[in-house]
């Protein structure tokens, strides 16, 4: 599965695209709350045939401009929430077995703003070049088709971000493998840390972007003028897409910069042995400084890149210590403490840099990432 993205970029379609999705959330509303009154009455939820059923009766009675909506996605609306209440069951079911103590709430009633996407999964549009026509709304939506999908198509949504832009997503099956790139010989094991952010084993070492950090003050000032609006107002939804456009710009400037690093790093080793990380723990250490590294999102955008270009990938196990066992001999260096970047081997003698040696060890350790 890979899904593409392209922007809607004329006003007057983003407008009316808005119109539709507010239109499907009253369709999830009236649903949802169909849901909860039957659960509060019988205590589980109403079959996705009987919601089906339900939903052809309304049209013909109080919901007659139902009819105006692409039937796909109403459909797709009560699947959701019949999903959303079978996970809320299953996961009852689990925390009574003593599988899991992960909580899951009873599906929620979402403020307009929340709600973002409308899904069509076989019928009831056409794409035509750059353009998307929804057959109900006898309407077409131009996008800015800046590269060429390839496979079948399985899914169409449309969705609204946070900052008002609206982007059609085209979920594609059986997409055209890609390219390969040549073999160099060359293999690295990857050591993640706060002031560099990789370590190499060879060496090498890549500096941490600090786009949050840049972007902080701007953030805390539009955080305060949001706190300031009327929970729903006008004042406050443009207070909203604001906030929202700062955080979209450090996002994008962050994923432009990995997706430039993976590559480079693709382009020169055939293997890569990267750690796994525990990022909640680290998150829970370290505070935010981790969430702006975002170590979790390159390990993902790193092993489809190695996926892409068929290059290995490789992570070490959790719980196999990296830090302390010396990369030549494997002794095990216990009196090493967080402030000793470098260390000598008292067995052997090797002259370590902290993070070299951690990454030497990744990639000895590593094994090939499910
Ligand atoms: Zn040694």
């Known amino acids: 599965m890979r899904t593409y993205k392209y922007e809607f970029s004329h006003q007057s379609n983003r407008i009316m695209l808005g119109n539709l999705i507010d239109d499907m959330h009253s369709v999830h ?28 009766k ?50 929620k009633i979402k403020p ?42 399985k899914k169409v949504t449309i969705k609204r971000d946070n900052v008002g832009d609206y982007y059609l997503h085209l979920t594609c099956e059986d997409y055209e493998p890609s390219e390969k790139l040549p073999l160099t010989g060359n293999e690295a094991g990857a050591d993640f840390g706060c002031k560099t952010f990789l370590t190499l084993s060879d060496g090498t070492k890549i500096a941490s972007p600090e786009f949050y950090k840049e972007g902080l003050t701007a953030l805390r000032s539009a955080n305060k003028a949001l706190s300031r609006k009327q929970y729903l107002s006008n004042g406050w939804y443009r207070a909203k897409r604001y906030l929202s456009r700062i955080h979209k710009k450090i996002a ?87 402030s000793d970047r470098q260390w000598i081997c008292p067995d052997c003698g090797s002259d370590h840099d902290r993070d070299v040696n951690a990454a030497k060890n990744i990639l000895q350790v590593g094994v090939p990432a499910s």
């Not at 909860?36 to 996705?48: E, F, H, M, T, V």
């Not at 797709?76 to 959303?84: G, P, Q």
């Open 58 to 107: 309304l049209k013909q009675t109080t919901k007659r401009h139902w009819y105006q909506l692409p039937s796909q996605m109403i459909q797709d609306v009560a699947i959701r929430i019949n999903l959303a209440y079978q996970r809320f069951f299953d996961n009852i079911e689990e925390r009574r077995l003593g599988k899991t103590k992960r909580k899951v709430g009873k599906p």
């Open 29 to 56: 509303l009236h649903l949802l709350r169909l849901q909860r009154r039957y659960y509060r009455i019988y205590g589980k939820s109403a079959s996705l045939s009987r919601i089906l059923k339900h939903i052809k």
């Open 252 to 338: 994008d400037s962050r994923r432009d910069w990995f997706f430039k690093l993976a590559l480079r790093l693709v382009r020169k080793y055939d293997k890569i042995a990267i750690e796994t990380l525990n990022l909640e723990g680290m998150k829970k250490l370290w505070g935010r400084k981790v969430s702006d590294i975002a170590f979790g999102e390159f390990s993902l955008i790193l092993q489809w890149m190695c996926a892409k270009y068929s290059k290995t990938f490789l992570k070490a196990g959790r719980w196999v210590a990296t830090t302390k066992p010396c990369s030549d001999c494997g002794y095990c260096n216990e009196n090493l403490s967080l």
């Open 112 to 153: 307009p703003h929340k709600y973002k996407s409308v899904t069509f999964t076989q019928a009831g549009y056409k794409i035509e070049g750059n353009r998307l026509t929804i057959n109900c709304l006898d309407k077409s939506f131009t996008f800015w088709k800046y590269r060429e999908w390839t496979g079948t198509l």
